[in-house]
């Protein structure tokens, strides 16, 4: 599908895709592509190799994790596809592309309109697991990708607020009820694996809430001085005592990358900062940064 555009019915060099998703939870592609009606153009959905792999282990990957799905004429030029709430995408980053032919090279589609007023008030009275979310985006380089993240129990951050040098976040779980010994803990990354718990105020048997004190998450000995790299907590909330730990994260909208977006207010400790940030994973955490004068 790499031809020029010079004939009417000619292919295009970089098809156009509007996206939408409906109350159903189905991803509905409407793709502007001049071909003949006797085609039989497919959308394809690629899911990104972890990094690290060789060129061999990614072509291995490319052959075995896309989704495939027929694109349908829906009027002059134009071509639709669904892509059903079932089977979920796995978790991770889609390119989306067009192919036409068998053994035709695959051509990257570019972003359109992207309806997405389901997304934008959230899931948060939908308890149903495993929680699969889909959003389509533009990537940096300008073309159509979808952002999908799937997991069987979750806990979705919601509003935020801060006093002095604390923080207080509301969230809900998905696919786990509080319990007996609920808690809130927050692991410091690195080699020392450093853990803060928090108890945590329930209010509902989903719904909870918890207040971080900055100071609680100082490096421990004493603070590190100026130009020492930042400590970086990860928030998760254990629902009761025996189960395993859920991290907290912000999925359920129409914001595919959260942490150029959401940009919150650092606290000043002292030699230190701490702020809340939403990781490239859109989950919670807080970073705290030495100062200059520290």
Same mark, same amino acid.
Request: aromatic share 6%.
């Given at each position: 599908?790499?031809?020029?555009?010079?004939g009417?019915?000619?292919?295009?060099?970089k098809?156009?895709?509007?996206?939408?998703?409906?109350?159903?939870g189905?991803f509905?592609?409407?793709?502007?592509?001049?071909?003949?009606?006797?085609a039989?153009?497919?959308?394809?959905?690629?899911l990104?190799?972890?990094?690290g792999?060789?060129k061999?282990?990614?072509?291995?990957?490319?052959?075995?994790?896309?989704?495939?799905?027929?694109?349908e004429?829906a009027?002059q030029d134009?071509?639709?596809?669904?892509?059903?709430?079932?089977?979920?995408?796995?978790e991770?980053?889609?390119d989306?592309?067009?192919?036409?032919?068998?053994?035709?090279?695959?051509?990257?589609?570019?972003?359109?309109?992207?309806?997405?007023?389901?997304?934008?008030?959230g899931?948060?009275?939908?308890?149903?697991?495993?929680?699969?979310?889909?959003?389509?985006?533009?990537?940096?380089?300008?073309?159509?990708?979808?952002?999908?993240?799937?997991?069987?129990?979750?806990?979705?951050?919601?509003r935020?607020?801060?006093?002095?040098s604390?923080?207080?976040?509301?969230?809900r779980?998905?696919?786990?009820?509080?319990g007996?010994?609920?808690?809130?803990?927050?692991?410091?990354?690195?080699?020392?694996?450093?853990?803060?718990?928090?108890?945590?105020?329930?209010?509902?048997?989903?719904?909870?809430?918890?207040?971080?004190?900055?100071? *609680?998450?100082? %490096? =421990?000995?004493?603070?590190?001085?100026a130009?020492? @790299?930042? +400590?970086?907590?990860? &928030?998760?909330? #254990? /629902?009761?005592?025996?189960?395993?730990?859920?991290?907290?994260?912000?999925?359920? *909208?129409?914001? %595919? =990358?959260?942490?150029?977006?959401?940009?919150?207010? @650092?606290? +000043?400790?002292?030699? &230190?900062?701490? #702020? /809340?940030?939403?990781?490239?994973?859109?989950?919670?955490?807080?970073?705290?940064?030495?100062?200059?004068?520290?």
């Open positions: 599908m790499s031809g020029d555009n010079g009417t019915n000619g292919p295009v060099e098809p156009r895709a509007d996206t939408a998703v409906d109350g159903e189905r509905v592609v409407h793709v502007t592509l001049p071909l003949p009606a006797s039989r153009p497919r959308l394809l959905l690629q990104r190799p972890p990094k792999q060789s061999e282990q990614a072509d291995r990957w490319a052959e075995e994790s896309g989704r495939v799905v027929a694109l004429p009027g134009r071509w639709r596809a669904v892509l059903e709430a079932a089977p979920a995408l796995e991770g980053r889609w989306a592309y067009v192919l036409g032919a068998p053994g035709e090279e695959r051509v990257p589609l570019l972003p359109g309109l992207r309806d997405l007023r389901v997304l934008v008030s899931a948060g009275d939908d308890p149903r697991t495993p929680l699969a979310v889909r959003i389509p985006y533009a990537t940096k380089d300008g073309r159509l990708a979808v952002r999908a993240w799937l997991r069987a129990t979750h806990a979705e951050a919601g935020i607020d801060f006093s002095g604390s923080m207080t976040v509301s969230a779980l998905f696919g786990a009820r509080l007996e010994g609920a808690a809130v803990s927050l692991h410091r990354r690195g080699p020392d694996g450093a853990e803060r718990q928090i108890a945590l105020r329930p209010e509902g048997d989903r719904d909870f809430a918890f207040t971080v004190d900055n100071r *609680d998450l100082l %490096a =421990d000995g004493g603070q590190a001085g130009g020492a @790299a930042p +400590a970086v907590w990860d &928030v998760y909330v #254990r /629902p009761a005592a025996d189960v395993a730990r859920i991290r907290v994260a912000r999925l359920l *909208d129409d914001v %595919a =990358d959260r942490k150029a977006v959401f940009v919150y207010p @650092a606290a +000043a400790l002292g030699g &230190v900062t701490a #702020r /809340p940030y939403y990781t490239v994973d859109n989950d919670l955490a807080v970073e705290v940064t030495p100062t200059a004068g520290g």
